[in-house]
């Protein structure tokens, strides 16, 4: 697979877009990709990848080229290749399309204030509107289904693909098609503004001496931010780890967040071009209280990987609803005409071997949305909160 700086490295991808988005997700700067792999990675040749893509680089290249010297466009043929593969996830972006969507990955972005997700039947829906935005000064409302952007009909295209439609230049416009659940349609056209969402960690102590942790996102840096986080907090303190509508992201800053509470180890395997690779936590946990995770069905991807590993390795109880069940993961590859593919190189699993793609994990204990942080502090102090 070819290298190059332009494009991030691989991700678990995000199920939603970041913040304005969802997971986000997915995207990365050197890292694995360019050939760089931190100590806590290790890899060995296995059999072929399992749920890699149908569609190899190579394939890509040669339909890009095609196209250029046609006079066509080379994006439009790769996406059209990639439409063709089955994989949900795997998605072709234009060069500034796909620079907005790797902005998300900063924790800032351009944009109209939306969160997509799919529905149970494969329908793109409106999963959060940010307050004060332009799509919420415009009237969208959360559920409403969203059929196209810019004029480009988003029915089958990945949320992560919906989302790079959705951003660009601040003060740019664009277009949207909605309906609502009595058959409303609407059409709008917004104009992008900078976004963001808040500090992607942020810590709130509780009166009783514990703590809650919440990660937005794994955007660039939210691992150290983890650490740095849970190292200033007082020794064995106890912690609700808030992963709750975190779309995902970067793997290697899930696997430092997960260092912030697991000594080394294992947090994730995963498949990559014919090798299964070892996605560890780093050495030096600084959290070593009574830990709860508290998810819910908009828990993805990457922040899936944490929750898993925390839960298999016994380091945590998880609390709240069925995690949205995004298993695989990414790579991005520069094509020849500028765009980015992304295409999926296999599934990855948590420490005991568990797959979530479609399934998501399981919480030890259920909780529904209005009480599940009243219960995870309840199975906080059951576990033992330190004098």
């Known amino acids: 697979m070819p290298e190059s700086p332009r494009v991030p490295r691989p991700r678990a991808g995000q199920g939603f877009p970041l913040a304005a988005p969802l997971l986000l997700a997915a995207v990365l700067a050197a890292g694995l990709r360019g050939g760089w792999l931190p100590s806590s990675y290790e890899a060995q040749q296995t059999r072929a990848p399992e749920g890699a893509s149908a569609v190899s680089g190579a394939r890509l290249d040669g339909a890009v080229r095609s196209a250029l010297a046609r006079g066509r466009s080379g994006t439009e043929a790769a996406r059209a290749l990639v439409s063709r593969s089955g994989h949900r996830w795997d998605a072709v972006y234009g060069p500034s399309a796909y620079a907005a969507w790797s902005e998300g990955l900063t924790g800032a972005y351009a944009g109209v204030g939306l969160a997509l997700a799919h529905d149970a039947d494969g329908v793109l829906r409106v999963s959060r509107v940010r307050p004060g935005?332009?799509?919420?000064?415009?009237?969208?409302?959360?559920?409403?289904?969203?059929?196209?952007?810019?004029?480009?009909?988003?029915?089958?295209?990945?949320?992560?693909?919906?989302?790079?439609?959705?951003?660009?230049?601040?003060?740019?416009?664009?277009?949207?098609?909605?309906?609502?659940d009595d058959g409303t349609e609407?059409?709008?056209?917004?104009?992008?503004?900078?976004?963001?969402?808040?500090?992607?960690?942020?810590?709130?102590?509780?009166?009783?001496?514990?703590?809650?942790?919440?990660?937005?996102?794994?955007?660039?840096?939210?691992?150290?931010?983890?650490?740095?986080?849970?190292?200033?907090?007082?020794?064995?303190?106890?912690?609700?780890?808030?992963?709750?509508?975190?779309?995902?992201?970067?793997?290697?800053?899930?696997?430092?967040?997960?260092?912030?509470?697991?000594?080394?180890?294992?947090?994730?395997?995963?498949?990559?071009?014919?090798?299964?690779?070892?996605?560890?936590?780093?050495?030096?946990?600084?959290?070593?209280?009574?830990?709860?995770?508290?998810?819910?069905?908009?828990?993805?991807?990457?922040?899936?990987?944490?929750?898993?590993?925390?839960?298999?390795?016994?380091?945590?109880?998880?609390?709240?609803?069925?995690?949205?069940?995004?298993?695989?993961?990414?790579?991005?590859?520069?094509?020849?005409?500028?765009?980015?593919?992304?295409?999926?190189?296999?599934?990855?699993?948590?420490?005991?071997?568990?797959?979530?793609e479609g399934a998501g994990l399981a919480p030890d204990v259920s909780a529904a949305p209005g009480t599940a942080e009243a219960r995870a502090r309840e199975v906080l102090t059951g576990l033992g909160t330190p004098p």
């Open 186 to 356: 609407r059409r709008l056209v917004l104009t992008r503004v900078r976004l963001g969402d808040g500090p992607v960690v942020s810590v709130e102590r509780y009166g009783d001496g514990g703590a809650r942790v919440r990660v937005r996102a794994f955007t660039r840096g939210a691992g150290e931010r983890v650490r740095a986080a849970v190292a200033a907090l007082p020794p064995r303190t106890a912690v609700v780890l808030d992963l709750r509508g975190n779309p995902g992201g970067l793997l290697d800053e899930a696997a430092r967040a997960a260092g912030a509470f697991l000594d080394g180890g294992v947090v994730a395997t995963y498949e990559d071009g014919g090798s299964r690779r070892v996605l560890g936590a780093p050495r030096g946990a600084a959290g070593s209280g009574p830990l709860v995770v508290l998810v819910d069905g908009g828990t993805a991807s990457a922040a899936e990987v944490v929750t898993g590993a925390l839960q298999d390795r016994g380091r945590a109880v998880v609390v709240g609803e069925p995690t949205f069940g995004k298993g695989t993961v990414q790579v991005p590859r520069a094509l020849p005409d500028g765009s980015v593919a992304e295409l999926t190189v296999g599934r990855w699993r948590t420490p005991a071997g568990r797959g979530v």
């Open 133 to 180: 935005a332009p799509a919420a000064r415009a009237g969208v409302r959360t559920g409403e289904r969203l059929l196209s952007v810019g004029g480009r009909e988003v029915a089958g295209l990945p949320v992560t693909r919906t989302v790079g439609l959705l951003r660009g230049e601040p003060g740019t416009r664009v277009a949207v098609r909605l309906v609502r």
